[in-house]
Each structure stands twice: as C-alpha cells, then as structure tokens.
Nanobody
Framework: QVQLVESGGGLVQAGGSLRLSCAAS????????MGWFRQAPGKEREFVAG???????TYSDSVKGRFTISRDNAKNTVYLQMNSLKPEDTAVYYC?????????????????WGQGTQVTVSS
C-alpha cells in the first residue's frame, strides 16, 4: 500500500510563495512519475505539474514560470515550489502517483492520491 502525505499549505498574500511537500511510502518511489493537482471549490480537479523518474518536468500553462516541481528520491519526497502566487491559485493541492506511461493531465492516469493541503492566496 502506498501512502502520500502532503504538507506546506497555508494562507499567503498575493505575490508570496509557498513550498508544498509530498512524502511517499514504498520502495519504488523513484521509478514513478509524480504529479501535483489542485481543486478549487465548485471546479474540477486540474493538473498543475508533473515530474518523471529522470527529473523531466511538465507544467500547466497557468503555472508555467511561477511553479517548480522537483523530487528527492533519497527522501521519497516530491516538492512544489510556488512563487508569485495569485488569488486564482487558491485550491486544495494534491500529489498523486501516475500509474502508467499515459498522459500527465488526466486524474484517471494516477492511482494513489494524498489527502490534500489547502492553499489560500489573499488579494
């Protein structure tokens, strides 16, 4: 059983920064692609960023240039550094493990999810 535990969310003013962490259990963490998603009230869960086993990254257009995803395989942890935050970034942020070589964007391509961490950006 894989467990993913997010941390680092909170309340921040527009223009500020936060760093989210996602700690994973399991010995095969380094072989999996990991992703960050977010879900705002009344909206569908949307892809934010992903990173594969070799460190190649991909981002949604809405966060490109502001957010950075990274991973530390020795610590079984994936990070999301969020800079220049905007009120529209307010959401619950989830990390997830991708189950196959299919695309990054669809939540159905991920099999394990964390419980989420709230990020609130005030204007």
């Amino acid at each position: 059983q894989v467990q993913l535990v997010e941390s680092g969310g909170g309340l921040v003013q527009a223009g500020g920064s936060l760093r989210l962490s996602c700690a994973a259990s399991g010995r095969t963490f380094s072989t999996y692609t990991m992703g960050w998603f977010r879900q705002a009230p009344g909206k569908e869960r949307e892809f934010v960023a992903g990173i594969n086993w070799s460190g190649t990254t991909t981002y949604s257009d809405s966060v490109k240039g502001r957010f950075t995803i990274s991973r530390d395989n020795a610590k079984n942890t994936v990070y999301l550094q969020m800079n220049s935050l905007k009120p529209e970034d307010t959401a619950v942020y989830y990390c997830a493990r991708r189950t196959s070589s299919s695309g990054y964007v669809e939540p159905s391509n991920y099999d394990y999810w964390g419980q989420g961490t709230q990020v609130t950006v005030s204007s």
